[in-house]
């Protein structure tokens, strides 16, 4: 459907630093209507004791590429392609039996709704030990007392009583906080948390991403932190990956991309936000149109039906020609880095205050 | 528990609003939802007390903001605005007439003038009818019979709302969820209101297409003077939307201001925690307090005695648990700034002093990186 032929991304070189690294991943799903393009040619890096922040809208393929991670896609109705390496193991190749090895012990997932994520017929407890006797050998004994430990370092009160309730009589902090233990249970190198916090409010939210922090400093795992909201990124990440409709469209540290974006989908995104300091006589400018359909995505850069700029581009280029993002800090849009300079600075930081 | 809660009055000579007149008032509503429990004979066990006497006023063509947690019974308090549901306690008055327990005919004239927008566009709209039917049948139900017919009241409704006036006929299913909530907006402008009450209208959407519903919403609001009770949970969208805020907390009002003075000088110490608590897409914000509150909201079977934020606040004394703090204009607050709140806070939401962190496992935890 694109124009495109070769294969983009040339692969970044991995450095000795990165633990999880992802190359050209493709996700395909076939439906009754076609084969849906969920993660399109994806490549990406985390290191040891970072976070990686991932932010794009509903459908952008940010939690596809993570269950592609740890391989919870049916096999029978999902394609995955690409390489997905893990301390230099590829997880693609890996067998189920390798996989089951890998999930909960050296990578680990904190899911967004904790009430559908934790088993209703099970004590919390018994959750939180059952992964730990199978990774470790461990015994019940040992099991309850590393439970208990994680329920207290996540703050839950009474650990010990705690552990024998269903996770319908905790509340919704606490069951969040209980999923966190879940996944720190086995020290795991790799923690994705996908929209861990957005099912909270807000005074939730706060003490939950500090915890995340704070942890992430005792174990020193690397995290992937997948959401829709710039703020929450801005306290959590380290590097930030920017995705629309299945591929990374901006790549960078945090600082980088929200103080200078370069992508006409992340000047979107920050100027659609309102903000506590922001001028409220300034009227929000949303990103016109809605996300595409990843059935039929649009032909060259998947965001230009949305873009304001592409009459600055050449001929066709924007709808003819997928722009590709070059390796380290870099935006996939044919404007010239000129050209998103002036933009920028004329057009969008007045804007956001 | 309302007598001590009142000043409604003051709110009433507020700045900027002083001229307006008052629309709708609610003085000390409450919501018992009871629990029934026991067998064989249920009885009630005790009640859900979702809004425990609240007073606020909404004037004409103004948009008051109402935030809060969820559980606080912000959504309780608009759908007792509409009469979707009968308070149990307290009096609602709109334009001077008591609706509080207002019967079916007697709602009948009222209910076109406040209209409601919902949270949710996937399950608000009836799938099983086109967009034009579900926009018509406010005018149907209350006899509207606009000059053009209503049909083209529709399209230039549609229109009006940022659809194609073509896509009369289509059925809710064909829309994104942002042309969804604009169907909701055409339904709720249907009958010319002069209040909607907007539940969380744009929550549900993503946040590239929030801004459209906001900008759309801000539109209607200006262009048709329309009064909005907006509530939302998120404060940023509250403050641009919002010329007057109200925070509420476990089934009260907290605190209530116009915009400026909330979120710039908040006294009450819930105020400046949820401020605190924000995420800012900035990432050098420093200078702002940090605070972090413990564990979640209490249940609001058995609210804390006293004032009941005490049970999470750092201030908290004896005299807390025991008086309930009045909603009161407190001394170095503005004209029209309420404040419930025994010992309150600087009006500043500038760093003053050490972090405030009440959260045990996070205080744990700073501790011993501290040390290291």
């Known amino acids: ?353 | 528990m309302s007598e001590n809660v009142t000043l409604p009055e003051q709110q009433g000579s507020s700045d900027g609003v002083r001229e307006r007149r008052e629309l709708l008032s609610v003085e000390g509503m409450a919501m018992h939802f009871p629990i029934y429990g026991g067998f064989p004979f249920k009885r009630q066990v005790g009640a859900v007390k979702a809004v425990d006497g609240i007073d606020l006023s909404v004037y004409e063509g103004e948009s008051l903001g109402l935030v809060g947690e969820s559980g606080c019974g912000k959504s309780t308090t608009g759908r007792m605005m509409t009469r979707l549901l009968e308070p149990t306690g307290g009096k609602i008055t709109y334009r001077g007439q008591d609706i509080t327990h207002a019967g079916r005919r007697q709602l009948a004239p009222i209910r076109s003038e406040i209209q409601m927008i919902f949270q949710d566009p996937y399950s608000s709209l009836n799938p099983r009818q086109t967009v034009g039917t579900i926009i018509k049948s406010p005018m149907e139900v209350n006899g509207v019979n606009p000059s053009g017919g209503r049909e083209n009241r529709v399209r230039e409704l549609l229109e009006l709302v940022g659809l194609n006036p073509e896509h009369y006929n289509r059925f809710p299913h064909e829309f994104s969820g942002g042309q969804r909530q604009r169907i909701g907006v055409a339904r709720a402008l249907a009958l010319q209101p002069k209040l909607i009450v907007a539940d969380e209208p744009v929550s549900a959407l993503d946040v590239s297409i929030q801004a459209q519903v906001v900008n759309l919403l801000q539109k209607v609001q200006r262009e048709m003077g329309i009064a909005f009770v907006f509530i939302a949970h998120d404060l940023a969208i509250v403050r641009h939307f919002s010329e007057r805020v109200a925070v509420m907390y476990l089934g009260k009002v907290v605190e209530v201001a116009d915009r400026d003075s909330l979120y710039n000088r908040p006294r009450h110490p819930y105020t400046h925690a949820l401020l605190s608590a924000v995420p800012e897409a900035d990432v050098d914000s420093a200078s702002k307090e940090r605070i972090r509150l413990e564990g979640d909201v209490p249940s609001p079977v058995n609210p804390p005695s006293g004032c009941r934020f005490r049970t999470r606040c750092w201030k908290a004394q004896d005299k807390c648990a025991t008086d309930e703090p009045p909603l009161v204009q407190i001394s170095g607050n503005r004209e029209g700034h309420l404040t419930a709140c025994h010992f309150p806070e600087d009006p500043t939401t500038e760093k003053t002093g050490a972090d405030i962190v009440l959260d045990p496992a996070l205080a744990q935890l700073e501790k011993t990186a501290d040390t290291e």
Not at chain 1, 53 to 63: A, D
Not at chain 1, 161 to 176: I, N
Request: proline content about 7%.
């Open chain 1, 1 to 353: 459907m694109t124009t495109l032929t070769k294969t983009e991304d040339t692969p970044a070189p991995t450095g000795p630093e990165a633990f999880l690294s992802v190359r050209d991943l493709r996700v395909r799903f076939s439906t009754e209507d076609g084969v849906v393009k969920a993660v399109d040619g994806l490549s990406f890096d985390v290191e040891r004791g970072k976070t990686l922040g991932i932010v794009g809208e509903s459908g952008s393929g940010k939690s596809v590429t993570n269950l592609a991670v740890l391989g919870l896609h049916n096999p029978q109705s999902s394609s995955v392609t690409g390489e997905i390496l893990l301390d230099g193991k590829n997880l693609i190749a890996a067998s189920e039996k390798e996989m089951e090895r890998i999930r909960g012990n050296r990578a680990a997932m904190i899911f967004q709704d904790p009430l559908t994520a934790l088993s209703p017929y099970y004590t919390v407890g018994r959750q939180l030990a059952e992964p730990f006797r199978k990774h470790t050998g461990a015994s019940r004994k040992e099991a309850k007392a590393r439970a208990i430990e994680m329920l207290t370092k996540v703050g839950i009160p009474q650990p010990a009583l705690r552990f024998d309730d269903y996770p319908h009589q905790f509340s919704g902090g606490m069951r969040q906080r209980a999923m966190i233990a879940m996944s720190l249970m086995c020290n795991p190198d790799l923690l994705i948390a996908d929209e861990p916090t957005t099912a909270l409010d807000v005074t939730v939210q706060a003490q939950i991403l500090d915890l995340l922090k704070d942890l992430q400093q005792e174990f020193g795992s690397a995290i992937i932190f997948i959401t829709h909201d710039l703020g929450v990124i801005a306290n959590m990440a380290d590097d930030l990956l920017v995705m629309y409709a299945g591929r990374a469209v901006e790549r960078g540290t945090v600082r980088e991309v929200l103080q200078q974006p370069k992508h006409p989908y992340t000047w979107g995104l920050l100027s659609s936000m309102p903000r506590l300091g922001g001028d409220i006589n300034e009227a929000l400018m949303p990103i016109p149109g809605s996300p595409p359909s990843l059935l039929n995505p649009p032909s060259g850069c998947p965001f230009h039906p949305r873009c304001a700029f592409t009459e600055k581009v050449d001929g066709e280029r924007c709808s003819g020609e997928r722009p590709l993002l070059a390796e380290g800090r870099a935006a996939a849009c044919h404007l010239t880095p000129e050209q998103k300079r002036t933009i920028f600075i004329d057009d969008i930081k007045p804007r956001l205050g």
